[in-house]
């Protein structure tokens, strides 16, 4: 298969309407072509392309900064010579002087397919910016690691934050390019907006069931996305960087696991298998110990659980990283009633939320979990009109 990037450079008539105008690439280190060769190096090369700025996403353009809330400054190409600007600096919005150096700006991001994932609200911005500002906007598409399924709240209103950008649950199930077009519908943008689309990308083929294995080499978008289970798994484990418990960071497997010193993990599966054994399916779950380098319970010795979401163990129509995350959260409440799961803090910038509610768009998980009447069908049925309706807005914008 070949991706939007990749297509774009190999055919001249693809890039024929950037004659005479001016390019900026918003880009990351996964954004490669099937070389590896970044982007930026392989559009700097291609005699019709004029580059004349950049632009990096939370992390930044060279994936350089660990943690969330650590901001990116602008810099000057060492190589090419043109600006690059950082969206996760003083500003995520991008400004009139940021936009005035280009005419059409190609976006080449792998994203993990899940809403809380802020290069889809960077995306957003950037088209908000286009449409006032007269600027063309081009997503090199790229696959959704996660497939199409969907799974998850829906991001209520007034709930918007830079890890919620608009009314989608969780686990979306669309590529860049197809959430781009779902934008500029919904927000009613008079943007000129374009996806150059892979060819041969197969979300329901296994193994890869949105990734191709055995095609592409995996790079980090981000530097706690370092594999595609962790991908399968984010939705439900990104949760966690709204909990005092450790999502993995410091660890080789970030958020791929959760736990803390003072859980039982034994007590915690037992728990989930009890409240809902149908919520377990599709993965393994294996207990472990670790130990931090960094982050949250640094060197201390925590218990915890692995969510294994790879060959030969993944189901991909049975896993629910949404739920399972959820379960997991229902299982210590019940087992510690009083457990301080909440992590209070500034996240991404929101300072009057609890950040669990900002990550899930709303407060509806958190009450679902600390109310001990609720159980797992309560969840469910809250949970399915959400999905069901976003299969349908969705439809209209699927390019696969």
């Not at 519908?185 to 996806?195: H, I």
């Not at 289970?229 to 696991?257: D, F, I, N």
């Not at 799961?341 to 990550?359: C, G, H, K, N, S």
Request: proline letters at 8%; a negative charge; one cysteine or more.
């Amino acid at each position: 298969m070949r991706f939007g990037i990749d297509r774009l450079l190999a055919d001249p008539s693809l890039r024929a309407p950037l004659a005479g105008r001016r390019v900026a690439l918003l880009a990351h280190p996964a954004s490669v072509t099937r070389d590896l060769t970044h982007s930026l190096d392989a559009l700097a090369v291609c005699g019709d392309v004029r580059l004349t700025a950049a632009f990096g996403p939370q992390h930044g353009l060279r994936g350089d900064k660990q943690d969330n809330m650590v901001e990116s400054a602008d810099f000057t190409d060492p190589v090419h010579g043109i600006p690059v600007f950082s969206l996760y600096g003083e500003v995520r919005r991008p400004t009139d002087a940021m936009m005035d150096t280009f005419d059409v700006l190609l976006v080449d991001l792998q994203d993990l397919g899940c809403r809380i994932y802020t290069f889809v609200t960077t995306l957003l911005y950037v088209l908000e910016a286009a449409a006032r500002r007269r600027k063309a906007v081009w997503v090199l598409d790229r696959p959704n690691p996660a497939g199409r399924p969907i799974e998850g709240l829906t991001l209520r209103p007034g709930q918007e934050s830079f890890v919620g950008a608009g009314p989608m649950p969780m686990r979306h199930g669309l590529t860049l390019g197809e959430m781009g077009a779902w934008f500029v519908a919904t927000k009613k943008l008079d943007v000129e907006y374009r996806v150059v689309a892979m060819e041969g990308w197969a979300p329901e083929a296994a193994p890869g069931f949105g990734w191709p294995l055995g095609e592409r080499v995996w790079v980090n978008p981000s530097p706690n996305a370092p594999n595609l289970a962790m991908a399968r798994a984010y939705a439900g484990t990104v949760m966690l960087e709204g909990t005092t418990l450790s999502e993995g960071r410091g660890t080789t497997r970030p958020l791929e696991l959760f736990g803390a010193p003072d859980i039982d993990a034994r007590a915690v599966l037992a728990e989930m298998a009890r409240l809902a054994p149908e919520w377990l399916a599709g993965c393994a779950l294996r207990e472990i110990w670790f130990e931090p380098t960094f982050h949250k319970h640094v060197g201390k010795l925590c218990h915890g659980v692995h969510v294994h979401a790879e060959a030969p163990v993944y189901d991909h129509a049975a896993f629910r990283p949404w739920r399972l995350q959820a379960l997991a959260f229902k299982a210590i409440r019940t087992l510690y009633g009083d457990y301080p799961l909440w992590r209070v803090f500034p996240y991404e910038y929101e300072l009057t939320r609890l950040a669990i509610d900002v990550i899930n768009g709303g407060p509806d998980l958190r009450i679902w979990v600390d109310d001990p009447a609720t159980t797992p069908a309560d969840l469910d049925a809250l949970t399915r009109p959400d999905e069901d309706a976003w299969a349908e807005a969705r439809r209209p914008h699927l390019l696969y």
